[in-house]
């Protein structure tokens, strides 16, 4: 039995977990690898991994929920050609990434690579305060799908029952129903969850292909007016930028790392995460742009669509493409329909990720939420702090539904932050030492040489990643900008400052407890 010892990282060859006598012999040399027992049912595989990924980002979903800030923000013209900046950023962001999840694919994903590539110096400190931001990030993204899945279900009564009186507790209990649903699925329902996922995934293509044949006279508005139309002139923003609208394609266009948090369910993980990841961002970026130019040629009125009681603009815009309510109420039902499955997906990522940085003595009570259940093989303990923390934001948004806006605005630009670190880390490290590529199991860094997994970005790797960086560092403070001026506690834009405070905390809570307990990923066998 031969032995590699790397900085941190002790790689025993042929080495495995008691556990694993039914893995792939590939995912016994990646457990190896990483010194982690096989806790986790690996129920995934490329197809239904890619049609979970698919359904968490649902791009084309989140852009036509975003299609007001658009229309506002820079205006149609903004909306499709800003698509090519964040496109090629983004792509470059997810190469950097899947490179990384080649290496070491493993739920902890950014924290555990920002410990394999940070300089000693600084190296738990940075992975304790990584740890909690991108906790943070995906707990408010998750939130964020929940309330707005909640009343974008308001919107439709609205549209149906115009004497419906809407109240912000309606919206509170219906995120509270849709937690309790995908609770039920992840824990009870878990040997559902890859069949559930991959009709999602279909849907999500066969949906949007029946949503634009809905968008009446779409082809006919396209060959004969043109790129040039008047529909996609103007803007109406106070910014009177086409830059701003790029913060919509940031968003719908980010957490594609979600796939990686599930990264121990997934068998072959090394080789399957990169190429779901990449498809992944492919495949919803091209279905986004393409949703984005029919929907323009498809609006009557822009005055109507950002003016409508509804509150979602795209809600009016299949109103008046189709010139029929019920059309309108089944195309963003069928929008709906491909959200909830992704609710699910996202519980689980998040999950995930949560039961991890417990594991390795990140959280406080870290041993309790460490916990995996071993009758249905899943984290329930972190399932439950995951949607507990979901009910208890909720409640905010009876109070003030700004208040919750302003904690859920966290979720992009901390999402960004979290590609940042290990990026930048990775990078520098490239920079100094020399590199190779292995197979899975063999040891992946070291304080001289980076191994690479079975994606690799090769001689393209430090343009890539250097791109990548430029690309997540521009949009960091480009999404914490506000939107319109005058600036009001409504219109503030509170990414920025929300921020701030989980860092603060990640801080204060790394001196008065992470110095003590962490000590970055633990192995749990040699």
């Known amino acids: 039995m031969s032995e590699k010892v790397l900085d941190h990282v002790v790689v025993t060859a042929g080495v495995e977990s008691p556990d694993s006598a039914s893995l792939d012999m590939e995912d016994k040399a990646v457990m190896a690898q990483m010194g982690k027992k096989q806790q986790l049912a690996r129920r995934f595989n490329f197809v239904t991994s890619l049609a979970l990924s698919a359904t968490l980002l649902s791009s084309w979903e989140a852009i036509a929920s975003a299609m007001g800030v658009g229309l506002y923000a820079g205006g149609p013209v903004a909306l499709v050609w800003g698509f090519f900046l964040t496109g090629s950023g983004t792509l470059a962001l997810a ?61 439709l009564a609205i549209l149906n029952w115009p004497g419906y009186g809407y109240e912000r507790w309606h919206s509170t209990l219906m995120m509270w129903a849709l937690v309790a649903i995908t609770f039920a699925v992840n824990v009870w329902g878990i040997k559902l969850l890859p069949a559930t996922e991959l009709l999602a995934g279909v849907c999500h293509i066969l949906f949007f292909i029946a949503v634009c044949l809905f968008l009446d006279g779409m082809l006919h508005q396209i060959w004969s007016s043109g790129p040039t139309s008047t529909k996609l002139d103007g803007a109406t923003t106070v910014w009177h930028s086409s830059l701003d609208c790029f913060r919509v394609y940031g968003v719908s266009l980010i957490g594609f790392d979600g796939a990686i948090h599930l990264s121990e369910e997934t068998t072959k993980s ?148 979290s590609y940042i670190i290990p990026i930048a880390c990775l990078l520098l490290k490239r920079l100094r030492v020399s590199t190779r590529r292995a197979a899975p199991g063999q040891a992946f860094v070291g304080e001289n040489a980076i191994v690479f997994g079975p994606f690799c970005l090769g001689r393209f790797g430090v343009l890539i990643n250097s791109y990548a960086l430029c690309y997540a560092c521009m949009m960091v403070p480009f999404l914490a900008l506000p939107t319109v001026l005058p600036l009001t506690k409504e219109t503030m834009n509170y990414a920025g400052p929300i921020l701030c405070l989980v860092l603060l905390f990640a801080a204060v809570d790394y001196r008065l407890r992470g110095k003590r307990n962490f000590h970055g990923p633990r192995r749990e066998f040699d």
């Open 95 to 155: 190469a950097s990434i899947s490179e990384m999840a080649s290496m070491c694919p493993i739920s902890g994903a950014q924290y555990h690579w920002t410990y394999m590539f940070a300089p000693p110096k600084w190296r738990v400190p940075v992975t304790f305060v990584q740890g909690w931001v991108t906790v943070f990030a995906w707990q408010a993204t998750l939130t964020s799908v929940y309330f707005l899945i909640a009343t974008q279900i308001q919107g």
């Open 270 to 417: 090394a080789t399957t995460v990169p190429k779901v990841i990449m498809t992944t961002v492919v495949l919803n970026a091209t279905l986004a742009w393409l949703f984005v130019l029919v929907s323009l040629y498809s609006i009557s009125s822009i005055e109507d669509a950002l003016g409508t009681p509804t509150g979602f603009p795209i809600i009016e815009i299949f109103r008046q493409a189709t010139g029929s309510t019920v059309a309108a109420t089944l195309m963003e039902t069928a929008m709906l329909v491909v959200g909830v499955p992704g609710l699910i997906g996202t519980l689980a990522s998040v999950s995930r990720l949560t039961w991890s940085f417990a594991r390795d003595k990140g959280l406080p009570f870290s041993d309790f939420f460490a916990h995996v259940d071993n009758h249905y093989l899943v984290p329930t303990r972190a399932i439950s702090l995951v949607a507990v923390v979901v009910v208890l934001l909720s409640f905010i948004n009876i109070g003030s539904s700004v208040a919750l806006s302003a904690i859920l605005s966290l979720s992009t630009i901390s999402l960004y932050l």
